[in-house]
């Protein structure tokens, strides 16, 4: 079979043939076909995947919508305010709005994933991939009662509408792959930490959700939405080569920050494995500080939170020293959900953590996260986006952006 040489492949290529001496050249031929190969077949599977939504799409019953002939669709790209065509011609406005609902389903399934916990529905599903034993869907179990059941199902099943989302993010990103490839590189890692989830799931049920894993499940969801994020900003910023925005002690410190504000949130697992809402009543405890664990742990992860804060201060003033008002106003936003968050953790401590406070708190570590990278990103630009009138992109709103590398 011939395959064609994908523009992608090509980068991918000449990464791999690059540095000087280090690959011989027949494996550097092995290796350029070998990208060629998986390039090519990641494409014609995502045309099929997309070919296969748009056809499911115009199936569904329904006056016809432009663009589709399908309702269903029609309705579900108004309410994300994208154009039907968007899977085959993204206009870049279209693939920023794609970005933003990939960084909203995933801070969504992080919350979802809190309510199992604090629903003490974790093992409503007794086992993995199946829901019990013997079946597929929930089934009545003499000792499971059937809200947990439903529960746990309930969020099993969020996982194909988040990897339907995170399809066609990577389905539109690869129609922008000739001017546009870091989208794909970066929209590839949506489906991919879909299945990851889905299986580091399972791993978390049948070790009857020991800490360890329920925290690597939240913090998975973390690294995810650093390439959600990165995408928004890509989608949304040009391709010139990167340069800092802020003199160099500030942008260290920019760039210092997501690591605290990680071991903040990685921190907060321990406590919460430590902690009374496990998930069912059978799972294993963090207990290595003994009866004081949970208290040691929770200290030391308000303690972090109060290093992230004064990082965030000094980043502050750094910045509106500099006059970088994109920081300013990112830290200012970054600020006020720290103070929303520590507020409801102080809380949530000092009141015994009752669930619904928690659930707050763990939606709001996601907002934290989502905020602290888009300060860190502000701290660097790629210029921006280029307009060029006449694109085939265009969309009735927005002119599209293109590379200008
Ligand atoms: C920006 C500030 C904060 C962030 C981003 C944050 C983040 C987190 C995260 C990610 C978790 C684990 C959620 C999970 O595994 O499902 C957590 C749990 C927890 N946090 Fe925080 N936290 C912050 C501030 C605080 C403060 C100031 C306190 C006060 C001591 C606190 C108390 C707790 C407690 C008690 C838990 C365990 C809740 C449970 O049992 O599930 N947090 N936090």
Redesign the pocket.
């Known amino acids: 079979m011939i395959l064609r040489r994908h523009p992608l492949a090509t980068t991918y290529a000449s990464r791999v043939t690059s540095p000087p001496g280090a690959i011989r050249t027949h494996d550097r031929t092995v290796a350029a076909r070998c990208a060629d190969l998986v390039v090519d077949a990641v494409v014609r599977l995502a045309r099929l995947v997309g070919a296969l939504v748009t056809r499911a799409a115009a199936r569904l019953p329904g006056p016809g919508v432009a663009g589709t002939g399908s309702r269903g669709w029609g309705l579900l790209t108004r309410a994300l305010h994208l154009r039907p065509d968007v899977l085959t011609k993204p206009s870049s406005l279209g693939m920023r709005r794609l970005a933003i609902t990939g960084i909203a389903v995933n801070v969504f399934i992080?919350a979802s994933?809190?309510l199992v916990?604090?629903t003490k529905s974790g093992l409503g599903c007794p086992t993995w991939p199946r829901c019990t034993r013997d079946s597929l869907l929930p089934a009545p179990e003499t000792d499971i009662p059937l809200s947990r059941m439903l529960i746990e199902f309930g969020n099993r099943t969020l996982t194909f509408a988040l990897l339907l989302v995170a399809v066609l993010v990577f389905v539109a990103a690869l129609h922008l792959r000739t001017e546009r490839p870091d989208l794909v590189r970066l929209a590839v890692i949506q489906p991919l930490g879909v299945v990851s989830q889905a299986l580091l799931g399972g791993v978390t049920v049948l070790t009857g959700l020991h800490p360890a894993s329920?925290?690597a499940h939240?913090l998975l969801s973390v690294l995810v939405l650093v390439a959600c994020v990165a995408l928004h900003i890509r989608a949304i910023e040009g391709d010139r080569p990167p340069r800092r925005t802020l003199p160099s002690r500030s942008y260290l410190l920019a760039t210092l920050l997501p690591l605290a504000?990680f071991l903040?949130?990685a921190?907060?697992?321990v406590?919460?494995?430590?902690?009374?809402?496990a998930g069912d009543e059978s799972a294993p405890r963090y207990v290595f500080l003994g009866v004081d664990t949970?208290a040691t742990t929770?200290?030391v992860?308000?303690a972090l939170?109060w290093l992230?804060?004064l990082g965030v201060a000094g980043l502050l003033v750094l910045a509106r020293r500099a006059g970088r008002l994109v920081v300013v106003r990112r830290t200012y936003v970054l600020i006020a959900?720290?103070l929303v968050?520590?507020?409801?953790?102080?809380v949530?401590?000092f009141t015994g953590?009752p669930e619904q406070l928690?659930l707050l708190?763990?939606l709001?570590?996601a907002l934290?996260?989502v905020a602290l990278l888009y300060v860190r990103f502000a701290a660097r630009d790629r210029g921006p986006a280029e307009r060029v009138p006449g694109d085939a992109l265009t969309t009735p709103e927005v002119q599209p952006v293109r590379s200008g590398a």
């Open positions: 992080v994933g809190g916990r604090l329920v925290g939240y504000g903040l949130l921190a907060g697992t406590v919460t494995g430590a902690g009374p809402h949970v929770a200290k992860h308000s939170m992230t804060v959900v720290i968050q520590g507020a409801i953790g102080y949530q401590y953590v928690v708190h763990v709001g570590s934290f996260w």
